[in-house]
């Protein structure tokens, strides 16, 4: 067959929060595409964090090793932006184009797009539209990104109250954290509609034979204790895809994949060559029904977000180990975007609260990932066989933190270790102050 255009739909802090995925998130268009392609059920980002996910999807490498261990618009960017995939889909014919939010570099073109249709998120459906209006005659790759679901989240809409919402199952069930996730929603519904107006443009110029579309997001949703975090509330991401090569039939994927495996997917599918910097693997044979797993294990990290709290993890079918690299034993408050949920947090005294240097959690009894059984005498074989598995994650990655703490840019707007306590002290101030107002 002919090469299939490819359609990349991204969204900002979404994790698994729409229809598809079972939550109460009104989500119909995503919801279609589902029903209309393959949705993965166990797919998981490389870091929960923007720029570092998005850079693991669209180079095939864990942000160490792409060296986006850090926010772009905070000073980071990646070591070769010739390991962009426009670079390898332009060397076999396709157009590449961006439309919206790409959160990779500063400015854009540093990226190599033969087109920038736009880079402002308000007008990515529309630019993105005009192009699968008249689209160029050989195949072409098509990035349209979306700024919802991050923070700031609008007031509640009226299909979404905020007495009848329930928030994430991580945090407790309070008004406060009701009326944050119906904002939340009422954003997701905004998201949706973008989607959809996508999917619209494509079938309306008889393009959906020809096209695979990608939806995905970066990482989980912008609550405590998920985005920026490594348990699979943060590491849990929506893959949606529908198109040729076996994208259909409303099927459900449950093997365990990872971003890093989209672009050797990509290169599997395209009859192409894959790059030798890959770091993931191909899941097509699982997608045409060859096998059931192409992941015995998928490995994810932290490095800077506003500030430095090194983590690495590995998760297997029944269990997950998170091992942090800091003697820091306190949560970095900095690295949790500010809410009504986070507040709520803060004025229980989370800044007080202790964060281990190593977490084990059995999936299969504790998917909430409370049960920390690193210290659990019966789980050492377990603990010990992670540890290792880690460890060759590593090794074979060539993990700079394996020689030390990674150092940022020289120009990075990140906040300093040390500046971490007075930064948890000065929120929990503040949040009590308001407190005392209201």
């Not at 959160?103 to 630019?127: M, N, R, W």
């Not at 998201?191 to 020809?210: K, S």
């Not at 409370?370 to 990655?397: C, F, I, Y």
């Amino acid at each position: 067959m002919s090469k299939p255009n490819v359609v990349y739909v991204h969204s900002h802090d979404t994790g698994r929060y729409v229809q598809p995925y079972g939550y109460a998130v009104s989500t119909p268009n995503i919801q279609r595409l589902a029903e209309e392609g393959v949705v993965f059920r166990r797919a998981f980002c490389a870091g929960p964090t923007c720029s570092p996910s998005r850079a693991a999807l669209l180079t095939g490498q864990f942000p160490h090793a792409c060296g986006m261990t850090g926010l772009v618009n905070l000073g980071f960017g990646l070591s070769d932006y010739s390991r962009h995939i426009v670079h390898t889909l332009r060397k076999h014919g396709y157009h590449c184009a961006l439309s919206g939010v790409q959160h990779v570099a500063k400015p854009p073109e540093k990226i190599g797009y033969d087109t920038i249709l736009t880079a402002k998120p308000a007008e990515a459906v529309e630019a993105a539209s005009r192009f699968l209006a008249d689209p160029p005659s050989r195949p072409f790759f098509l990035s349209v990104g979306f700024r919802e679901t991050h923070r700031q989240f609008p007031p509640p809409g009226p299909k979404d109250d905020p007495r009848y919402t329930r928030p994430p199952a991580v945090l407790p069930d309070t008004p406060e954290t009701r009326a944050d996730m119906a904002g939340y929603n009422t954003l997701a519904r905004l998201l949706d509609e973008n989607v959809g107006a996508v999917l619209d443009a494509i079938d309306a110029h008889d393009l959906a034979r020809d096209t695979l579309v990608i939806s995905t997001t970066d990482h989980g949703i912008a609550f405590p204790h998920m985005k920026c975090n490594l348990t699979d509330h943060g590491i849990g991401v929506m893959l949606i895809m529908r198109g040729p090569g076996g994208f259909d039939g409303g099927r459900v994927c449950e093997g365990m994949v990872s971003h890093v495996d989209v672009f050797p997917t990509l290169c599997d599918l395209l009859e192409i060559e894959p790059p030798e910097w890959l770091q993931g693997t191909s899941f097509l044979p699982m997608v045409r029904g060859e096998t059931g797993t192409v992941n015995d294990a998928i490995f994810a990290e932290i490095n800077y977000h506003d500030a430095y709290d090194p983590q690495r993890c590995v998760r297997t079918d029944r269990y997950k180990y998170i091992r942090r690299f800091s003697d820091w034993s306190r949560p970095v408050l900095p690295n949790c975007d500010n809410s009504p949920s986070k507040d709520l947090w803060v004025q229980n005294d989370w800044p007080q609260r202790h964060v281990a240097s190593e977490e084990l959690y059995d999936l299969m009894f504790d998917p909430m990932e409370r049960n920390n059984l690193a210290g659990d005498p019966s789980m050492r074989a377990v603990l010990r066989k992670l540890r290792e598995r880690l460890e060759q994650h590593m090794q074979h990655t060539d993990d700079p933190l394996l020689h030390g703490p990674i150092p940022a840019p020289p120009d990075a707007l990140v906040s300093e270790p040390d500046a971490i306590s007075e930064m948890n002290a000065e929120r929990a101030k503040e949040v009590r102050r308001r407190r005392g107002k209201t």
